[in-house]
């Protein structure tokens, strides 16, 4: 089996700073892209960033000059520094992973791992 188990959410004040980060644990063999996404109260989720397995990022128009993602593969994970957060902002922020991973015998690919999540609130 496989997790990702995201940390560094909270409640912070318009202007602040939050650390975000997904540790990847299990049978995996190798990790491709990764990223983090966000669902807000009555929303759809959205794409926040993604990183490939070789460092190139791509940014949701929304977050670019804010929010940096980054990686260290080493350690199965991924981070999201997010600055100058903003009350609209608040959401569930959820990592997501492009992965190859044995099950019992087997080896799978799933391009759409998915965390639990991590709740970000903003207030003005």
């Known amino acids: 089996q496989v997790h990702l188990v995201e940390s560094g959410g909270g409640l912070v004040q318009a202007g602040g700073s939050l650390r975000l980060s997904c540790a990847a644990s299990g049978s995996i063999l190798r990790l491709y892209a990764m990223g983090w996404y966000r669902q807000a109260r009555g929303k759809q989720r959205e794409l926040v960033a993604t990183?490939?397995?070789?460092?190139?990022?791509n940014y949701a128009d929304s977050v670019k000059g804010r929010f940096t993602i980054s990686r260290d593969n080493a350690k199965n994970t991924v981070y999201l520094q997010m600055n100058s957060l903003k009350p609209e902002d608040t959401a569930v922020y959820y990592c997501?992973?492009?992965?190859?991973?044995?099950?019992?015998?087997?080896?799978?690919?799933?391009?759409?791992?998915w965390g639990q999540g991590t709740q970000v609130t903003v207030s003005s």
């Open positions: 997501n992973a492009d992965l190859t991973y044995f099950s019992g015998s087997s080896l799978r690919r799933e391009p759409d791992y």
């Open positions: 990183i490939t397995s070789g460092g190139s990022t």
